[in-house]
């Protein structure tokens, strides 16, 4: 048993190289966490909902396969397209704030990374929807029901023009989000909530791009984004490393981009297969009695003397 801790210490010496990198791992996560404020600190990016472009991933966005750290939130601090574009604060490519969110309040459904483009609030008193943030958005940025500037007593549609990477237009149905709570006899008391929209849901027809908003798909959620719903926002990007998951799980998606798939197999090599060559090298190299810091070792030696 006495001999355990040297032998240990024997293994850790041998191969230092992957020890190291597995407690780099370890700090990284841990920092990450802190960072965060929840576990798991990061998810990853299984669709193309978020990319710029249909075939071609970029730094600085989120696409297929990225890692995307996230910071928890109960949805107090979210600010929304709408809210960010006079100031022009952007995120991922974008105005507005990317968040996670749980489909209908459900851990059991897949979170949901999109942006979020609006803040709507049921206004009780007239049976419509208020969106004040519409007040500080330039007048030829929007238009609501025909009535320019009103942001009150909405009941048919907004639309925002010019929005995202295609200049696509978004037209908000308002009245078939009605339709939602009414139809399941939701309580809509003190409702109020988000509609959210991933920055390539777009669809080319009639001669321009339309923005395709999560709340007018039943597969995604026809309901507006409770601040319960919200797991946290999207803060940094780590590209290309979540592939590694849907590789080895099989559910890597055909549309994923080439050069997404070349940058992750770069990283492999640098990251992993590199540190271990040279690990194995080194002790390679010295059981033939050839010590490659040698000459490292005596200058630091000299140095200390």
């Known amino acids: 048993m ?12 041998r191969y230092k190289v992957i020890v190291g990198s597995l407690l780099l791992v370890l700090l990284v996560l841990g920092g990450l966490f802190i960072y965060s404020g929840m576990w798991p600190p990061v998810y990853v990016v299984e669709s193309a909902s978020m990319q710029h472009s249909d075939t071609e991933s970029s730094l600085g966005l989120i696409d297929t396969g990225d890692l995307v750290v996230v910071q928890s939130s109960d949805g107090s601090d979210v600010k929304t397209y709408v809210e960010c574009y006079p100031d022009g604060e952007r995120s991922f490519g974008d105005y507005g704030d990317v968040i996670v ?80 709570y009414e139809r399941y006899s939701l309580n809509v008391d003190g409702l109020q909530g988000y509609i959210t929209m991933g920055d390539h849901n777009i ?40 592939l590694i998951k849907l590789w080895v799980n099989g559910q890597m998606p055909s549309y994923t981009p080439e050069n997404s798939k070349t940058a992750m197999i770069a990283v492999i090599a640098i990251v992993i297969i590199v540190p271990i060559a040279l690990d194995v090298t080194n002790y390679v190299l010295q059981k033939k009695g050839i010590d490659v810091w040698k000459g490292l070792k005596e200058r630091f030696k000299r140095k200390e003397e």
């Open 203 to 242: 669809q080319y027809s009639g001669g321009e791009y339309k923005g395709l908003y999560d709340q007018s798909s039943q597969q995604i959620c026809l309901a507006l984004i409770d601040d319960d719903w919200i797991v946290g926002e999207a803060k940094q990007e780590i590209a290309w490393l979540g």
């Open 101 to 180: 969110y749980q489909r209908y309040g459900s851990s059991e459904n897949t979170p949901i990374i999109h942006r979020a483009m609006m803040l709507v609030v049921y206004n009780a008193t007239s049976n419509s929807f208020d969106i004040p943030s519409l007040a500080s958005l330039p007048s030829d940025k929007w238009d609501c029901n025909g009535a320019e500037g009103q942001w009150w007593n909405l009941t048919e549609y907004v639309v925002i023009y010019d929005v995202g990477y295609q200049s696509a237009t978004l037209r908000v149905e308002l009245n078939s989000l009605m339709d939602y």
């Open 2 to 13: 006495s001999e355990l801790p040297g032998k240990v210490w024997g293994v850790i010496k």
